[in-house]
């Protein structure tokens, strides 16, 4: 098969052929129509990721789309010819989905929507898997709440707003200005991220805070201040010195999201298959949809798709089309 080689940090992307993989026990065989670019990604490439543990020279992509082509002994729900989405490798030595198949745990996937496209699918499970253990498994957003995103227009962001709408929270949602419009349109009142913490809170909630707040960009000083009295706090890159002070005082609670956990350690890791197939429910009925930079690119420009997410003047996730066809 045809797979993209990064030989050494910052190095270009080569196609190169290498063996098709075969399915092991509990494992698929996914003929891979499109991957997702990841901020991770990209700090991956440049050897700046160690907890990412994923070695060069390797095959780069935690995200993928594609095709069941093979079912190996053991791995149930699935059958040839199924459209299949997960975030199954570019971590932890595995394989990596920057290539034309991958032989994946079948437990780490689950059925695309069938509203999506292999392109529009293929943005998601990184994304929608820390947003759903944030805010559904860590902070428990429910009818009612008021919910706050840190970072709201961002690939974690966006979504973990959309979930918190579905489930009948009040969503606001942080970012920079020209970020109103989109946050509006996805149902989230936006917030000016250069207006103070204090200000804001005042504004939107009388002062008493937010119930919910999720910080998706190491905003956790601010979260503290934002959260409510007996609040809940949580982060997908909480991994800073900060105060607990504010927090303590509000006798709120914190928790963190290491989404690559079941990844590097195998442990866990029905629970992403399970999240995979409750994001499609969602995404089928029409509560969950990703958001995309209109700039398309294929398998040969990875690299520059890899660029545009390094400067980060993207406008929604990029993904490679491996198949010319990944619109369907």
Known sequence: MKALIVEHAQGPFTIKDVPKPTPGPGEVLVRIHASGVNPLDTKIWAE???????????????????????????????????????????????????????????????????????????????????????????????????????????????????????????????????????????????????????????????GKGFDVVYDCVGALDDAFLAVRRFGRVTSSLGWSTHSLAPLSFRAATYSGVFTLLPLLTGEGREAHGRILSEAARLAEAGKLMPRLDDRRFSFDQAGNAHALVREGSTRGKIVVEIVADSLR
């Open 48 to 206: 700046a990721a160690a907890h990412a543990r994923h070695p060069l020279p390797a095959i780069l992509g935690i995200d993928l789309a594609g095709t069941v082509e093979a079912v190996g002994s053991g791995a149930e729900g699935f059958s040839i010819g199924d459209e299949v989405y997960g975030m199954t490798g570019g971590v932890g030595g595995v394989q990596g989905s920057l290539a034309e198949y991958a032989a994946v745990d079948a437990r780490l996937i689950a059925h695309k929507p069938a509203n999506l496209s292999m392109r529009e699918a293929a943005a998601l499970p990184l994304a929608v898997i820390t947003a759903w253990e944030g805010m559904v498994d860590r902070v428990d957003v429910r009818e009612g709440d008021t919910a706050l995103v840190i970072g709201a227009a961002g690939g974690v962001g966006h979504v973990a707003l959309q979930l918190a709408r579905s489930r009948g929270a009040i969503t606001y949602g942080v970012d920079r200005a020209k970020a109103a419009d989109y946050l509006r349109s996805i149902g989230a009142t936006p917030v000016d991220r250069d207006t103070a913490v204090g200000d804001y809170v005042r504004d939107l909630t009388g």
